[in-house]
């Protein structure tokens, strides 16, 4: 969603973190922000950038996913700790001719690269809902069947041609699965049409099947390097807002999620503001949900009998005594089509009966999880993971494998001033669970220790433990008393607070080093730091930028980017060392603020989607609205150094003489320049490739003008208007992407 603090717009990011963490903030300041594989392989190397599942399926639609049977897929040999990696394809330098930064209504790429656009909203997922469109046929419960809105968070998983299972290495077809994470309400409906109020119940429909998660089977041809989506696959599915999903871990069926759909406590439905994503080793994909409590109203006067309650529903959102909207009103429908007000009702959660068995009072509770979706099981219901806490979700990053040890997940939580928590799981890796869909899923992720970081000024860091009735995360915990694990998970950021962890600035996704196991997290921007953020040296710039002539705020106005080393590369060290890998700018600011030295090749602003391909390269997108009067939003590829391969700073702050920081080495331009621009008024986020990087999958969100005219129109209710979509883009020559300097080597050779 777009980034711009001037800019309202429908997401909700919030900035509810009073606790006294590094400071003491006095306002709620909540911004209306718009933007807002695991490889089996024969050789046994494995790459987690191409999970997938290879959980057994059949060709039956119908059919539910069976546990694997018969030939097991090849154990990876040995225990070589960067088994996930592909690091011999990795060029040793980036020659594709970098893109300019421009204001055009349209893609650029480099030269000698085609894109084009290949799942848009309102495109079909089988062939009954291919047909030349019309309101009728595009109704609100044919949505459940269509492309939704606001593409993001995207992972593609290899498919064997014959068994239909995970084919880690298979390029020509694949499951591609993408989140959709809000709505662009203008590009879902006629906008006269829009209902407000009482809204009509084909709208809401509509828009709830909109959101959530979209399955589709795409295949490539291997000469032209042409991607089709194959509207015939029974894999193509559509996970929505209203969708049944299970909820495992330490949260299954505590009071805190009993609802009037689920009275033990144990089912939800529906998975919204998908964000980020991430995969798992054993193939499933995790979809990471963000900003959720705006979808919910409540009444004014909503007083809970349990004091504590307020403290949670302030610290997640929904505070206060004044009366709260829903941000779409999907709680206002009458069921005249289906007969079923509960499928609206669940979106209040004011006291509305006897008890919680009756009534929403503790729906958002069911929310802010990440869940987990195995592509390959066509009817199981998805699974909230509560293991790994409840906040504004945005990432969820998988550590690189290693046999016999036990995983970790890096976490950002995308508000002002979050925390980034990683998950560390009891049970060790064990590749034979490459086949074990959920059912690896509750091995790993329903058991395991949370933690939140610290970042240290001297550059160390410590992984703070958030498990119940240990350092105080119990009755007598001050602000707000733990009862047991349930409730440190659902409040996590409660718990974060009183184990004092860093305030950073608004943590988006994260991305393992493939070479080295070295975690990265995009910072988007704060445009409070400095002022009531005081800086520190993780978060240590605080200078104003002129925009469109006039100067903004005082803060991170451009973003960076953070890494850390886990101590003795263990996933279970409680200590790290950092730096700070890029710093967002302008390339003619000031040094104190370009830190980086980005130059015109490679500058840009509000670094957001963040992921490490199988080679090492990183790629880097942008969620921008500081640096918009010069440029789009974009795509930037870099291939980095490590921690510690810089020195010591002074950066531009609010504090007398600046705020030193450490600083990663300075990167030319030939290890990290623009790939691509988008559409004017967009977001690039979401991004992945097929095994063999002939094809990189893009997603753009909310573009402007006329864009994409190269879209036919015959499946959209709105004609030629701008919308959401999922790109592809291949070289001209079907070469590798980004791979020239290794095709320079092969021909000097
Ligand atoms: Fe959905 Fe924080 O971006
Ligand atoms: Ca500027
Ligand atoms: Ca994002
Ligand atoms: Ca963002």
């Not at 609802?259 to 499933?284: A, I, Q």
């Not at 993971?385 to 997940?409: K, M, W």
Request: glycine letters at 8%; aromatic letters at 8%; a negative charge.
């Amino acid at each position: 969603m777009y980034n711009d603090d001037m800019t309202p717009c429908q997401d909700l990011v919030e900035d509810s973190n009073t606790s006294k963490n590094t400071h003491f903030q006095t306002v709620l300041n909540q911004y209306m922000d718009r933007r807002s594989f695991i490889a089996k392989t024969g050789s046994g190397a494995m790459a987690l950038a191409f999970a997938a599942s290879v959980s057994g399926c059949s060709d039956d639609d119908n059919a539910e996913a069976t546990p694997p049977t018969g030939t097991q897929p090849p154990t990876p040999e040995g225990t070589d700790k960067h088994a996930w990696s592909d690091l011999k394809q990795r060029p040793s330098k980036l020659s594709f001719k970098a893109v300019e930064k421009n204001t055009q209504n349209s893609f650029s790429v480099p030269e000698g690269y085609a894109l084009k656009v290949l799942y848009a909203v309102g495109d079909p997922i089988n062939p009954h809902n291919a047909i030349k469109i019309d309101s009728i046929s595009q109704s609100g419960a044919s949505y459940k069947f269509r492309s939704g809105d606001c593409h993001d968070g995207m992972s593609f998983f290899g498919m064997h041609p014959t068994n239909k299972n995970y084919a880690a290495k298979e390029s020509t077809q694949g499951l591609l699965v993408l989140n959709h994470e809000y709505l662009a309400q203008d590009e879902l409906h006629l906008p006269e049409a829009i209902t407000k109020g009482i809204r009509s119940e084909d709208q809401v429909m509509r828009e709830i099947n909109a959101h959530g998660v979209s399955v589709i089977e795409i295949s490539k041809d291997t000469s032209s390097q042409n991607v089709k989506v194959n509207l015939n696959s029974p894999f193509n599915r559509r996970i929505t807002a209203q969708t049944e999903m299970e909820i495992h871990g330490p949260a299954r069926g505590a009071d805190l999620l009993k609802t009037r759909f689920s009275p033990d406590g144990t089912l939800t439905r529906g998975t919204f503001g998908n964000c980020g994503n991430g995969y798992t080793p054993w193939g499933t994909y995790l979809t990471a949900e963000e900003n959720w409590s705006g979808y919910f109203a409540r009444k004014a006067n909503d007083t809970r009998e349990i004091a504590k309650e307020d403290v949670a529903l302030q610290r997640y959102g929904r505070g206060g005594t004044g009366a709260r909207s829903s941000q779409y009103g999907w709680n206002t429908p009458v069921a005249e089509l289906t007969g079923n007000t509960d499928l609206y009702d669940c979106w209040d959660i004011s006291i509305k009966a006897a008890n919680a068995l009756q009534d929403y009072r503790n729906v958002m509770n069911t929310c802010g999880f990440i869940v987990e979706i195995d592509p390959f099981s066509v009817s199981a219901r998805p699974v909230k993971r509560t293991a790994l806490g409840r906040f504004a979700h945005e990432d969820c990053r998988c550590s690189n494998p290693i046999v016999g040890q036990p995983l970790a997940f890096y976490m950002g939580d995308d508000a002002t001033g979050e925390y980034l928590y990683k998950f560390v799981t009891e049970a060790v890796w064990d590749p034979k669970d490459m086949n074990g869909g959920y059912t690896a899923g509750d091995k790993y992720m329903d058991k395991g220790t949370l933690y939140v970081a610290k970042f240290n000024d001297d550059g160390t860091g410590e992984w703070l433990e958030l498990s119940f009735d240990k350092h105080g995360l119990n009755a007598s915990n001050p602000n707000y008393a733990f009862s047991d694990q349930a409730d440190v998970v659902v409040h996590a950021r409660l718990a974060a607070d009183a184990r004092g962890a860093t305030k950073m600035d608004r943590p988006e996704w994260v991305a393992v080093n493939p070479e080295n196991g070295e975690v990265y997290v995009t910072l988007t921007n704060n445009s409070n730091r400095g002022r009531s953020y005081e800086t520190d040296a993780a978060n240590p710039r605080s200078y104003v930028d002129v925009k469109n002539g006039s100067a903004s705020n005082s803060g991170n106005m451009n973003g960076h980017i953070i890494r850390f080393h886990e101590n003795a590369e263990k996933t279970t060290a409680t200590t790290f060392t950092w730096d700070i890998f890029l710093f967002g700018a302008e390339a003619d600011a000031a040094a104190n603020i370009n830190l980086s030295g980005l130059d015109d090749l490679n500058d840009f602003s509000s670094p957001d989607g963040m992921w490490f391909d199988p080679r090492g390269v990183l790629w880097i997108q942008t969620d921008d609205g500081q640096y918009t009067d010069e440029t789009n939003c974009m795509m930037l590829a870099a291939l980095p150094g490590k921690v510690g391969d810089g020195s010591r700073a002074m950066a531009a702050s609010t504090k007398s003489g600046g705020q030193e920081t450490i600083i990663g080495a300075p990167l030319k331009n030939d290890r990290v320049r623009r790939f691509l621009t988008g559409p004017s008024g967009c977001e690039i986020t979401g991004v992945t490739m097929t095994p063999d990087y002939k094809a990189i999958f893009v997603n753009v969100q909310h573009p402007e003008g006329t864009w994409p005219a190269n879209q036919s129109s015959k499946y959209s209710l709105m004609g030629s208007a701008p919308r959401s979509a999922t790109v592809v883009i291949t070289r001209k020559d079907g070469g590798v992407i980004a791979g020239e300097a290794l095709e320079e080597k092969a021909t000097t050779a």
